[in-house]
């Protein structure tokens, strides 16, 4: 009698009794005043500073698409890399179904040995 009681009170809004007292419903969790709490409310360790950094325009992990490049010598395609170099593989065509690999050392712009299209190894310190 007292649970079935108990879950009427929860489901209206008030629950006048016999005595003339009226009893209203406990609160739910979820609907405090503030609402339901966003992502950045409730996230925690490493959803939590990846949303810090998108927030300031980084991407630590790479999530976000890569920017595009044009390819020329003003606007090399940008490699990141934690040596001081990096094989690249190059898809000079669209519809190409070879992939010309060539190493990219630090210091200015590279062409593809093939194309001729820019590339540019860029330090980049991995997150911790
Ligand atoms: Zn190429």
């Known amino acids: 009698m007292a649970g079935?009681?108990?879950?009427?009170?929860?489901?209206?809004?008030?629950?006048?009794l016999r005595?003339?007292?009226?009893?209203?419903?406990?609160?739910r969790a979820m609907s405090t005043v503030r609402g339901v709490p966003t992502d950045e409310?409730?996230?925690?360790?490493l959803e939590r500073r990846t949303l810090q950094a998108l927030k300031h325009g980084k991407d630590p992990y790479s999530i976000?698409?890569?920017?595009t490049y044009a390819g020329t010598k003003e606007d090399p395609?940008?490699?990141?890399?934690?040596?001081?170099?990096?094989?690249?593989?190059?898809?000079?065509?669209?519809?190409n179904t070879a992939i010309v690999w060539f190493w990219l050392h630090e210091g200015g712009a590279q062409r593809c040995?093939?194309?001729?299209?820019h590339y540019q190894l860029v330090h980049h310190?991995?997150?911790h």
């Open 125 to 127: 310190e991995l997150p």
């Open 113 to 117: 040995p093939s194309c001729g299209s």
């Open 41 to 45: 409310e409730q996230a925690t360790g």
């Open 64 to 67: 976000l698409k890569p920017k």
């Open 19 to 27: 005595s003339g007292v009226a009893v209203r419903p406990l609160p």
């Open 77 to 95: 395609h940008i490699v990141p890399g934690i040596g001081n170099k990096r094989l690249v593989g190059c898809l000079c065509e669209e519809d």
């Open 4 to 16: 079935r009681l108990l879950l009427r009170a929860c489901t209206a809004t008030t629950l006048h």
